[in-house]
């Protein structure tokens, strides 16, 4: 690479650690050894593309044992289809570190990154990459692996070194991508302003800042998720929810949570800009239950626990806080989106998935057409 051009991400995964209930099925799991003798075959959609050079990032993250990658292969997915095993068999590429190893060790805790990869020809926004690793001796674990299980997409497994293969099965499998950052880079493509522009979605369903849960917590994963990223500019936290619903329902633990949550607000901010990172927050969309609904009779229909009326209160204080604070370099202001014209506290019925929560995919469409695309430079 020349002085003018420099490396991007333009994919990632939140990394996790599995636990027992999201360990691989059986046959994959022998007594501690997790993958012995097996392939692993992904998919992954990117976002910008390139016009020459991609590289691979391996972790290791939450592993307490070296991590030896027998083989690694890239190419494109079949009709360029996410969640299928099948491949365009011509673009079949080997993966090589430190200057041509086929072979890779990572040590727990550490990450690997690959020799830069040349398909011969540019790769377009949006393209779906198919990734084959072979795990000849598995991976030791007592504690789990690596691993991002709220994914929403499939991984393909096959005893056996299969990474060459055009195939390994055909589970008729289509994934769409319908979260809101995709969506959202669909935007940015549409606008040559914005068009240069990447999405790293390094979230998690259940994620909290202050405290770990599904996934380590925001204060804890901010230098490795986000800040140890190539060509960051922006950042955008989207959290709190958690943080809020699964405090005790009473006001004196409600009071402390949004305390917290402001602290812990300023502490990401801090670290961000001291990186020279310009950093926008979301607020906290509702969560709350209709006029017609009580606690008791919402919770045996399935309605989320977190719906109780008392945590209302703290997401209004924190939204509130990160309307007005000045912390944030902009303000995407989810709620106002979000939220139901009569009752302010709930989602608005044609957003709400089932549970008062979680929205749905329409609500996803609502959020990324609302993302204000000035917030960047030179839009």
């Known amino acids: 690479m020349d002085q003018t051009t420099h490396w991007v991400h333009t994919w990632a995964a939140m990394p996790m650690r599995s636990e027992p209930d999201k360990l691989p099925p059986k046959e994959f799991t022998r007594d501690t050894i ?57 673009t079949l590429q080997n993966v090589t570190f430190d200057g041509g190893l086929v072979t890779t060790t990572i040590v727990g805790g550490a990450q690997a990154v690959s020799d830069p990869i040349d398909f011969g020809f540019p790769l377009s926004p949006n393209t779906v990459l198919s990734i084959s690793l072979f795990l000849e001796n598995g991976q030791y674990s007592k504690t789990g692996i690596t691993s991002h299980p709220g994914s929403r997409t499939t991984s393909f497994c096959s005893l ?19 979260c809101w950052p995709d969506l959202l880079f669909t935007r940015l493509q549409s606008n040559p302003a914005t068009a240069s522009i990447s999405i790293l979605n390094q979230a998690a369903g259940g994620n909290r800042i202050l405290a770990d849960g599904i996934g380590p917590n925001v204060l804890s994963r901010l230098d490795r998720d986000v800040l140890s990223q190539s060509g960051v500019k922006y950042v955008l936290i989207f959290e709190g929810v958690n943080d809020i619903g699964t405090a ?21 901010a801090t670290r961000v800009h001291a990186h020279g990172i310009s950093i926008f927050a979301a607020t906290i969309t509702p969560f709350g239950l209709r006029k017609e609904e009580h606690v008791v009779d919402a919770e045996a229909e399935g309605i989320t626990g977190y719906a109780n009326p008392i945590r209302e ?33 709930v989602l608005r019925r044609e957003f709400d998935s089932g549970d008062r929560l979680h929205p749905n995919t329409l609500a996803f469409k609502a959020l990324a057409d609302f993302f204000p695309l000035e917030v960047f430079d030179g839009v």
Request: hydrophobic share 35%; net charge negative.
């Open 34 to 90: 997790i993958f012995h003798n097996t392939t692993i075959r992904q998919t992954v959609k990117i976002t910008l593309g390139t016009e020459k050079l991609f590289r691979l990032r391996l972790s290791n993250a939450f592993g307490t044992d070296d991590l030896t990658v027998n083989q690694i292969t890239v190419a494109l997915a079949k009709n360029n289809l996410s969640g299928t095993t099948k491949i365009e068999a011509h």
């Open 248 to 268: 005790e329902a009473n006001e004196e633990s409600q009071a402390m949570i949004g305390d917290r949550i402001i602290a812990g607000y300023r502490q990401v």
């Open 160 to 178: 056996g070194n299969y990474v060459s293969e055009p195939e390994l099965t055909d589970p008729s499998v289509q994934e769409v991508e319908h």
């Open 313 to 345: 209160p703290t997401r209004q204080r924190v939204n509130e806080w990160i309307r007005s604070s000045g912390v944030f370099d902009a303000v995407i202001d989810f709620d106002q989106v979000l939220k139901d014209e009569e009752e302010s506290g």
